[in-house]
Structures are given as C-alpha cells and as structure tokens.
C-alpha cells in the first residue's frame, strides 16, 4: 500500500527530458518508485511512457535530468548495467528462448555472464525460486510448451534470480486472458511482499485500479499527475490521460476515451514489440 513516510526510496527520476530529432518524447518527468509499491504509469499511446522505462532499463541516454538510486546520482549505460543494479523490465510478448527449458530460461543471464551451470543446483535453485512465487511449474519443461502466462511467471523468475528490486512491467497484460491476469496479479502482489518496486504500465483502467498503488498520468511527454490511488477517480484520471479543451470538453473527453478504447481493444491479440 502507500509508502510509509520513512520509507526510501529505490529509484527516482528526476526531471528528466528526452528528445528525439522533433519530437520531444519526454519534458521534465520526474518518478519516484517505493520498495513495496505498485505504481501504474499510464498515458495514451505516445506520452513517453516507453521512453521513461527505456532510460530506466539503460537503452536510452536523458538529455536531461537525474536517476538517482537508493539516492545516489547513477548512469544508466546499457540494460546489463540495469540488471546489475536490480532493474529488470517485462514486456507484453515474453522473452523466452522456447527451445531451453525453465530452469534454463530463469538462469539465462547468469550463462551469459560466463557463470559455469550446475545443473542438479540449477534445477533446485529454479523450483525455490518458482515455489516462492506460488508457481508450478516442471523445470525441466521445455519453454515452447508454456502458456503465455506461464512464460511470463518465467520471465518474473528469471528477474527474481536477478535479486531484482524494480520491476517494470509494460503493458504485460495486453494479450492475457482474464484467469491469465489474474493469476500475474498474484504474482506481482506477491513481489511487491517481497519489497519489489513495481512500475506497471497498462491502459484498462480496471486494471490499473486493481493492482496500483500510486498513479501516475503522462500525457505529451509531461508530467501530469502522481497520486496514491486513494486520492483519484477514474473519470478525473481518463481526463487527465487525454486533456481537455475549453470549448467541447465533455464531448472530446468522451469521444477520445472511446477511441483510447478502441485502440486498446484492438491491440489485445496484434501485440507489437514495445515501443
Ligand atoms: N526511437 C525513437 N525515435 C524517434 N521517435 C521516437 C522514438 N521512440 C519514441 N519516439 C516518439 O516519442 C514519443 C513518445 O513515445 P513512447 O515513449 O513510445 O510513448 P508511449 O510508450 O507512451 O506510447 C512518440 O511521439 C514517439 O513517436
Ligand atoms: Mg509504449
């Protein structure tokens, strides 16, 4: 639930400003992420959420602005230095590399990082990792069996065995079902208990208001709101999401919730890679 004042934060950013050639992706942002926190990062297509996570997870350089870990000023230079500062991000389509099996997939990283495999250790160290999550799963399964959910409780392991502490989730229940959302949601209830910082970015306000904490509202690049869930009304956050006109406020709003719908809806089963 809510941060508890005393409470530090595990990473902040802070005004930050990104460009690209025209167009300004990113004014000024600023977001502070809580150990034990789910906060939803949410905005219509093109408010610069992606971008945020991008210079979270070290693929992109701020033109401006900080990042500052446990409260120390850090760069972020490339995605391995982000996992080894516990910065792990999950996306709608799993990466999961079908042809190894679970235990495999969840220790990936630690092969590419030129760690020598004990297997029989390997496969233990992959059940109490997945035993922790409440999941169950055979570990020597091949990955190109799983359901998409259960490639993403694979994913989560994999951050787990990365001693992650935040965890970015874009928009990963775009192409789930109903039951399969539930069952992430256990998942990342269960991480936040272990003192997870979670960023989810999602677009079904349902959704949102299920599994946050705290919201925050992008829109153009900027900044709009940061709020415990408690102190916000969906109709105020849509609002929020998709601005206001003087003149044909209410019409507009309506018309382009509708459509933010529509998008929504349409996007479910022709999930494109995060952008
Ligand atoms: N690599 C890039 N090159 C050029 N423009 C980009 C790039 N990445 C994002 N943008 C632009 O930056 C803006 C924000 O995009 P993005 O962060 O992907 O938004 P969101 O994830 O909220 O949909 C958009 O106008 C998008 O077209
Ligand atoms: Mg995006």
Redesign the pocket.
Known sequence: MTSPPNDHPVLEMRHISKR??A?Q??ENVSLTLYPGEVHALI??????????I?IMTGV?RPDAGAILLDGQATHINNSQEAQTFGIAAIYQEPMIFPDLNVAENIFISHRSRGMVVNWGRMYKDAEAILAQLDVRLDVRMPARGLTLAAQQAVEIGKAISLQVRVLIM?EPTASLSAHEVDQLFRLVNTLRNQGVAILF?GHRMEEVFRIADRITV?RD?KLISSRPKAEVKRDQVIREMVGRDAGDFFAKTRRRAAICLCRCAGSARKAPS??
């Open positions: 690209f050639d167009t992706a990113l905005g219509e297509n093109g408010a610069g959420k992606s971008t945020l991008k992109h874009d970015i992008l690049g995060p952008t």
